[in-house]
């Protein structure tokens, strides 16, 4: 018996020393807030938005995935030429001890096709992928909005006008001229 109180102690001193070594890192990488804005429409994607603290060490954010949702895609809207275009992102960087932001008008992800109940349960289970040295997933709920214009939606980029005009590709939200179209 004395030789298991011994063994269950010494297990607790390693424990406890390796939390300690924990604390000297720093925070740790995680994803702290987000929302989705539905779209206008059900053939028009829904966008996310979130933020990313970073950890101890640089990392790249490399996927986010939503098991109830059909597809999910990192874009990144930018001005070339005096025009406003999105292009696919396959990574972006969160700086150690930094933060990533997908903001309206900068970086987002675009939502096809997210399940009815999910919709109607307010909010959205997604996985983000980073590429430490194990490519930590972390789970994370997204909040879902109505569309602009249905119960206190944001305003959005319409993608059409960045010549994404494809059902694939259409606006994210609802912009001021969606109801034209």
Known sequence: MKAFAIAALAATALTLSACGENLGKGQPLNVVSGHIVMGATD??????????????????????????????????????????????????????KGELVFKQGGKHLMIWG??????????????????????????????????????????????????HGSADMGADKAAPDAAKK
Not at 56 to 61: A, F, H, K, M, R
Not at 75 to 87: A, D, F, L, P, Q
Not at 145 to 156: D, H, L, R, V, Y
């Open 114 to 163: 997210i399940n009815g109940a999910a919709v109607r349960a307010g909010k959205l289970p997604m996985a983000f992928v980073f590429t430490n040295n194990n490519n930590e997933r972390i789970l994370f709920d997204m909040v879902i909005k109505p569309a602009e214009g249905a119960a206190g939606g944001e305003a959005a980029m319409d993608h059409d006008a960045m010549g």
């Open 43 to 96: 053939d028009r994607p829904a966008v996310g938005y979130f933020r990313v603290e970073g950890g101890p060490q640089p990392v790249q954010l490399v996927a986010v995935t939503a098991d109830l949702a059909q597809r999910v895609e990192m874009h990144e809207s930018v001005r070339e030429n005096g025009v406003v275009t999105m292009k696919p992102l396959l990574r972006a960087d969160v700086p150690a």
